[in-house]
């Protein structure tokens, strides 16, 4: 992860945190076993998110249909509800279900920055 | 941690990964909240464990009361199940519930080698 990647998950942490979540972050390396793991986990006791972070300066981007699958795949192993958090550059963290996003034909999910904003859900609506 | 609790708890990590279950580890630093996380969670879609994994070379020890509170109320806010997993030297990780350990007057929790060996579960049978 880049170094303002990971700045920006730990904006999403402390987001949450203030929401009154407790909030596991994956960590960097040494997961010890090969699957793909979301970058936060975060409860309240009333509900468990498992959430993929991304943050663009592009208004538009696609997110490995693999990787949602993985997303989908940990979730159900955890009994947790998968969500894309999304960050643009100058905007709020905006949280989505992946399967509201547009998935293109050989299968990837689309980010698009208007759409995010206008469907993705903020922190405190969570 | 040390090198060798890290190597143990890699192991654990491994064994519930070779039953099925999809395993995260907590982050080493950079958690990004004060609080305390469990060392593992584990879930496979059936179960999910938050574990806080202790290895030790002596037949007795304590964890502290306030490890404990924190281990229960993570659980509580992730939906997951608290359990202690203890590997004493040349035997195999044992898997138990906090309510089930003697606590001490001043609030510890009690790890006896004996009582683990008959009480506490093995990885397959979780």
């Known amino acids: 992860m880049s170094r303002k990647g ?3 998950e730990r904006e999403l942490t402390n987001l949450l945190d203030g929401e009154g979540f407790v909030v ?3 960590p960097a390396s040494g997961a010890a076993t090969a699957r793909e793991l979301p ?5 309240n006791g009333d509900s468990f998110y498992a959430i993929e972070a991304k943050s663009r300066d ?4 696609y997110i490995d249909g693999v990787e949602i699958e993985a997303l989908f795949y940990f979730a159900m192993m955890f009994g947790a509800k998968p969500r894309i958090g999304v960050r643009f550059d100058n905007e709020n ?4 279900h992946p399967s509201k996003l547009y998935v293109t034909r050989s299968g990837n999910y689309r980010i ?4 995010i904003l206008s469907e993705g859900e903020t922190i405190d609506e969570l």
């Open 6 to 8: 990971d700045r920006r």
């Open 24 to 26: 596991m972050r994956a």
């Open 39 to 43: 970058d936060i986990l975060a409860g």
């Open 58 to 61: 592009t208004n538009r981007f």
């Open 93 to 96: 963290w905006k949280i989505i």
């Open 112 to 115: 698009d920055k208007e759409f």
